[in-house]
RNA sequence: GGAGAGGUGGCCGAGUUGGCUGAAGGCGGCUGCCUGCUAAGCAGUUGUACGGGUUUAAUGCUUGUACCCCGGGUUCGAAUCCCGGCCUCUCCGCCA
């Protein structure tokens, strides 16, 4: 949520990077009720303040027998013309919080600008493309020859988009975040969180899936909770409507949860296997960090997660978001996409973003400061999602033979160095 | 799912015949005094949010309103009374 106070004193500032985002917001309609709703507001507080006057000279009235009937009639009246403005003033506090929560991130000075992905800007390439000397196998093919993955029984059981791991796929699948979760919890100093995997309507709120984008999340109507699209919901709402101490920022979590996202509308794209489903396995990370630091700690996260991938000896890519192409919450992003050398495709499997304080404020993260209360910035990057980790893993290390190499830093994890039929 | 108990400030804990309680008392925190150092002692101070006024380079000062789980209601006036909801705990049932 953007700081009204801000709008109001530099409503430029906001139109202008929001325009970058490919957003046209109200501001000249959140300003608008912002004003009425002071200036009704100062007039209420006043007549409040009269009732709280009037009702101790009551109090004291009656204490020494003198008749208060007048006083309690002009309260009377007063109390009705509370009534109604209270009412109003709430209608207005609903209207500008609706205008508020719909209100993207502003995206930081630094992001590319630009109108979609197209736009975006290729950081670094990790790591050279496999050359292979014989005919590769996609992920689908490897997975089933080996009885990785088993994806017809996995849509019997729930439908297409659920995979069901089989035998060393499980183990496999596991052993990747046991790894990860080492290295960001011995290496990286993050501290490890087994969250909740379904989380309430104020969390989901808080991060920025809601009011916009409840449509992608699973919903369970009768506990109204949301199934979690990713850690971030549940780790990043650990300290909602919390003040910390300075001294303990940054806070540092890494989280693996199942994550499950309906992925309505992207029906017929990226179908296949393993590419775009409705649950996987991730490994997030979260911070919450001091505001003069949280472009630092951008880049941080970002190599926390390229870590993973220089170990597993795979080739990945980072980019940076431009402006169009940004989250609703993010003020910058990088991505992480590894190299799919069966379908030639760079695959996306981090996003890493500074929310800056829209996350902290919408679900009140704060820290105090030298006896002064300011909200904190929330970061998270994924480090990493597995399903492109595994499909990328799989024909990276495919051998002539259908047979799969085990990346050297996994082997302890899978207790073999190889998948053989 | 059934029965009961309860939700007060950073923590503990008073306050439930409605008013003088933003909230006693204690702990913790901060400031000053004291002290060779530490401890103890003494004095003061110590919530958040949103406004108004004044002021500064940052800041500060001052004033108002709201907040004793959340939302309604009664009343001139509610932490205190009434209704609805949420959460926690205990017992029973069910169950991995």
């Keep these: 949520?953007?700081?009204?106070?801000?709008?109001?004193?530099?409503?430029?500032?906001?139109?202008?990077?929001?325009?970058?985002?490919?957003?046209?917001?109200?501001?000249?309609?959140?300003?608008?009720?912002?004003?009425?709703l002071r200036q009704l507001e100062n007039e209420t507080d006043e007549l409040k303040h009269r009732r709280n006057v009037v009702s101790k000279e009551i109090s004291l009235k009656k204490k020494n027998k003198k008749d208060a009937s007048k006083s309690i009639s002009d309260m009377q009246k007063v109390a009705k013309t509370i009534k109604v403005n209270d009412n109003e003033i709430q209608k207005y506090k609903n209207s500008l919080n609706e205008l508020l929560f719909n209100t993207p991130n502003i995206p930081h000075r630094s992001a590319p600008i630009g109108t979609s992905e197209k736009n975006n800007v290729v950081v670094r390439e990790i790591g050279k493309k496999n050359e292979f000397n014989f005919s590769i196998k996609d992920h689908i093919e490897l997975a089933e020859n080996n009885s990785l993955i088993d994806f017809e029984r996995g849509a019997k059981i729930a439908g297409s988009g659920f995979p069901l791991y089989?035998?060393?796929?499980?183990?496999?699948?596991?052993?990747?975040?046991?790894?990860?979760?080492?290295?960001?919890?011995?290496?990286?100093?993050?501290?490890?969180?087994?969250?909740?995997?379904?989380?309430?309507?104020?969390?989901?709120?808080?991060?920025?899936?809601?009011?916009?984008?409840?449509?992608?999340?699973?919903?369970?109507?009768e506990d109204e909770l949301y199934l979690v699209p990713t850690a971030e919901v549940p780790v990043t709402n650990i300290h909602q409507e919390e003040i910390l101490d300075?001294?303990?920022?940054p806070i540092k979590y890494t989280a693996y949860s199942g994550c499950f996202r309906r992925e309505a509308g992207s029906y017929g794209k990226d179908t296949r296997g393993l590419q775009r489903i409705h649950q996987f396995n991730k490994v997030e990370l979260v911070q919450f960090v001091h505001p003069d630091k949280s472009y630092e700690v951008l880049e941080e996260i970002v190599n926390n997660a390229e870590t993973i991938l220089k170990n597993l000896k795979l080739p990945y890519r980072v980019i940076e978001l431009c402006t169009g192409d940004l989250s609703f919450a993010s003020s910058k992003c990088y991505d992480i996409e590894l190299w799919s050398p069966a379908t030639e495709k760079w695959l996306e499997v981090s996003s890493c973003s500074n929310f800056e304080?829209?996350?902290?404020?919408?679900?009140?993260?704060?820290?105090?400061?030298?006896?002064?209360?300011?909200?904190?910035?929330?970061?998270?990057?994924?480090?990493?999602?597995?399903?492109?980790?595994?499909?990328?893993?799989?024909?990276?290390?495919?051998?002539?033979?259908?047979?799969?190499?085990?990346?050297?830093?996994?082997?302890p994890y899978f207790g073999k160095k190889e998948i053989r039929k």
């Design 1 to 36: 949520m953007l700081d009204i106070k801000r709008i109001r004193t530099n409503p430029d500032e906001t139109i202008n990077g929001l325009k970058n985002k490919g957003v046209d917001a109200e501001i000249d309609n959140i300003l608008e009720i912002d004003k009425k």
């Design 166 to 221: 089989t035998g060393e796929g499980a183990k496999l699948e596991r052993a990747i975040i046991n790894y990860m979760l080492d290295v960001h919890t011995t290496e990286h100093g993050y501290k490890e969180i087994l969250p909740p995997f379904m989380a309430n309507i104020k969390s989901t709120t808080t991060t920025g899936q809601l009011p916009k984008f409840g449509d992608d999340m699973y919903f369970i109507n």
């Design 246 to 249: 300075v001294k303990d920022l």
């Design 357 to 411: 304080d829209f996350q902290a404020r919408r679900g009140g993260i704060k820290f105090r400061e030298n006896n002064k209360v300011n909200f904190a910035h929330t970061l998270n990057g994924s480090g990493v999602a597995t399903p492109r980790l595994m499909i990328t893993l799989l024909e990276n290390y495919q051998r002539k033979d259908g047979s799969i190499e085990i990346p050297e830093v996994l082997v």
